[in-house]
């Protein structure tokens, strides 16, 4: 399993770079990941690296062709729904930021390298109501996540996300997404709350790190919850072990490279396993009333040592993960009960 | 002298690639990709351009020799992709197979492929039977965004509550 997981992370490696380095793997490798990388919803940017390779017109090379030629256009799909989204909300007097998929996606050379899910909008807690409501009545409305709040980032004021958002054009209409810096700090943040499980996420700070602007505040990607700051700093300190990410002109270099080992091996780990993310999942309610697909479904959601850790606001150090994985297991299932 | 039929604009999304047309039916939920040639024929389909003509500019602009009987090939390919606006009756005399014997050395440049999505990224899509959609895994609704005209993604309010398209939130893990 953590050799499938590091081949896949040797897959990956610097994908997100204009001009890329074609794959120099052979056929038998890219069979072995070719599910992994299409689960993790990174066959885009694996095409980008097989296609001007002989294995392009292999069967392999050919899904994850199909799945690049999908992404390109549900680029434009999701675009008309980021662009109808932020018409409701303004129309009901909300001004929304977006962050993640879509926002995420310009950070890679290419629209068509990243999937789309849902639209993720971040809206202040005062506005939430209003939002809601704006977006559950309309007749046209798009798939949107809808925030309350700033997620990750709460612990930073509204004001100074706002400031620092930047204005990009979809769908024909100017939408707001995060500041460089805060999205960066979100995209960390977030990949670790879900444990990584999707090399897609390292591969959005990987990008994110490497293709920043000349003007990145390195202090504004630093400010907030110290506990959190740390886990930032280790999200790119593994974007650079594991992905290859350049350090070049970051500041606490030094301590990103600085992991304890468990870390690294914990996220190919679970790229070589290819669980399904939260909301991809049977429903844990479904599984208990069939019993004999209990044990497959508690396994499913055993937590890995980086989403328990954050589960429990622990520290990523050398220190064992198990107490951190049970102590996330006691919450999670107080969680479900209550 | 007959024209090609004019090409579908509305509800359509369409990206030029450098070695390739891909477009996305809205109203179907397909995905097509189109090679140089069919792409360039399909930007000839005005209700105004002769098959003839079309032929000679589509030759110019892709380097590749196209006659007639390929443009109408074409045409019928894009007409079974919904990529047309218009019906298309083809000039009389010969029979599909011929036109398609005489075109063969284009065939490839000709193509107008549907792009199916491998399974394992079809969160990458959409799907259009979110109610009667197959369970993977068993139970569960997928969380895959729902196909136009439908909005949301394919989730459960709750537990044991049926597949619907939602607009809010995430599924019901």
């Not at chain 1, 409501?133 to 706002?162: K, M, Q, W, Y």
């Not at chain 1, 974007?239 to 500041?251: E, I, K, Q, S, W």
């Not at chain 1, 009333?289 to 055993?302: D, K």
């Amino acid at each position: 399993v953590a050799a499938a997981g590091t081949l896949v992370a040797a897959f990956l490696t610097g994908s997100w770079r204009e001009p890329v380095d074609a794959w120099t793997g052979d056929a038998e490798a890219l069979g072995a990941i070719q599910p992994l990388l299409l689960r993790g919803g990174v066959a885009g940017l694996a095409w980008r690296r097989l296609r001007a390779t002989g294995l392009a017109g292999s069967s392999f090379g050919g899904e994850l062709h199909q799945a690049y030629r999908l992404q390109v256009l549900h680029d434009g799909v999701h675009e008309e729904h980021v662009a109808r989204a932020f018409r409701r909300l303004r129309e009901a007097g909300v001004e929304p930021l977006l962050g993640k998929g879509w926002a995420a996606a310009r950070l890679y050379p290419d629209a068509g390298l990243r999937p789309y899910g849902d639209v993720d909008l971040y809206v202040r807690t005062a506005d939430h109501a209003a939002a809601r409501v704006a977006v559950i009545t309309a007749s046209d409305a798009a798939p949107i996540d809808l925030h309350c709040g700033f997620g990750e980032l709460n612990d930073r004021s509204a004001e100074t996300i706002e400031a620092r958002a930047m204005m990009h054009t979809a769908g024909g209409i100017d939408v707001r997404t995060f500041g460089a810096e805060d999205h960066l700090r979100l995209l960390c943040l977030h990949a670790l709350r879900h444990g990584l499980l999707r090399p897609l996420w390292l591969c959005d700070i990987a990008a994110g790190l490497e293709r920043r602007p000349t003007s990145f505040d390195w202090d504004r990607f630093l400010t907030g919850d110290p506990l959190r700051t740390r886990w930032a700093i280790a999200a790119v300190g593994l974007a650079h072990v594991v992905l290859g990410a350049r350090l070049d002109g970051v500041p606490m270099a030094d301590r990103a490279r600085r992991l304890p080992g468990w870390l690294a091996t914990s996220v190919l780990q679970e790229w070589g396993t290819g669980r399904p993310p939260q909301g991809a999942r049977e429903p844990m309610g479904d599984a208990l009333r069939h019993p004999r697909r209990l044990l497959g479904a508690l396994r499913v959601r055993w937590p890995n040592a980086v989403e328990a850790t954050v589960g429990v606001r622990g520290s990523f150090d050398a220190w064992p993960r198990l107490p951190y994985q049970l102590a996330e297991c006691v919450r999670r299932s107080l969680r479900f009960v209550v | 002298m007959k024209h090609l039929p004019r090409a579908r604009r509305k509800r359509l999304i369409v990206r030029r690639l450098p070695e390739e047309t891909l477009a996305y039916d809205l109203l179907r939920c397909r995905a097509h990709c189109l090679g140089p040639v069919a792409a360039a024929v399909w930007s000839h389909c005005d209700g105004r351009t002769s098959a003839a003509r079309a032929a000679a500019l589509v030759t110019q602009e892709t380097g590749t020799a196209v006659d007639e009987a390929a443009v109408w090939v074409c045409v019928g390919r894009l007409a079974e992709a919904h990529l047309l606006e218009d019906k298309v009756t083809r000039p009389g005399g010969r029979s599909r197979r011929e036109w398609l014997e005489r075109t063969m050395t284009v065939a490839a440049g000709l193509a107008v492929l549907s792009v199916t999505a491998p399974l394992a990224v079809e969160a990458a899509t959409c799907v259009s039977n979110c109610t009667s959609t197959p369970q993977n895994p068993p139970g569960s609704c997928g969380g895959i965004p729902c196909c136009p005209p439908a909005v949301g993604n394919c989730c459960r309010q709750g537990t044991g509550q049926n597949c619907t398209c939602r607009t809010m939130g995430g599924c019901t893990p």
